[in-house]
């Protein structure tokens, strides 16, 4: 398989900085090869969040989805390694943490469809623009 150097952004959503499962799945970024190149806690305001799932505003969740994901704080991280969009999706599950794999991060950590634990960038332009919503190129260690 090819490899290459990528970026990508995870969140650990409110749901789980609530529940106290940050270390958890801090600790699983880097037992799979994931290096942390930034990290914020935010609480995002409704705005932000609107703004980050912009793709998503005509989907019927999207009200309640923004609400959740500017109700308390999260850990917004740039994570850097080989293949790091997919090898990240792959260590997060299925949005619906019932169809999720055993051991990934919803699976282990998800409430619900919508509190989910964990947000991946999903290509590597939606990484690009994530990290760039965020993050300023001089955050980047
Ligand atoms: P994310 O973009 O957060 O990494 P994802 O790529 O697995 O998740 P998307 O389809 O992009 O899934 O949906 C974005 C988020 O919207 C989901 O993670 C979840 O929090 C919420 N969501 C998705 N589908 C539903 C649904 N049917 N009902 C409620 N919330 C949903
Ligand atoms: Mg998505």
Do not use: C, W
């Amino acid at each position: 398989m090819e490899t290459a150097l990528e970026r990508t952004l995870t969140i650990i959503k409110p749901d789980a900085v609530r529940a106290g499962h940050v270390g958890d799945v801090v600790k699983m970024f880097e037992a799979n090869g994931l290096r942390i190149a930034a990290a914020r806690m935010a609480t995002l305001t409704r705005r932000e969040a609107e703004g980050f799932y912009a793709v998503h505003r005509t989907k019927p969740f999207f009200e309640s989805l923004t609400a959740f994901m500017s109700s308390g704080p999260a850990l917004v991280m740039v994570l850097e390694g080989e293949n790091a969009i997919a090898r990240l999706r792959k260590l997060m599950g299925a949005t619906d943490p019932a169809k999720a794999a055993p051991g990934t991060v919803r699976k282990l950590y998800a409430q619900s469809i919508e509190r989910n634990a964990i947000h991946g960038s999903d290509a590597p332009e939606t990484a690009a623009f994530e990290i760039a919503y965020f993050f300023a190129g001089i955050d980047l260690v």
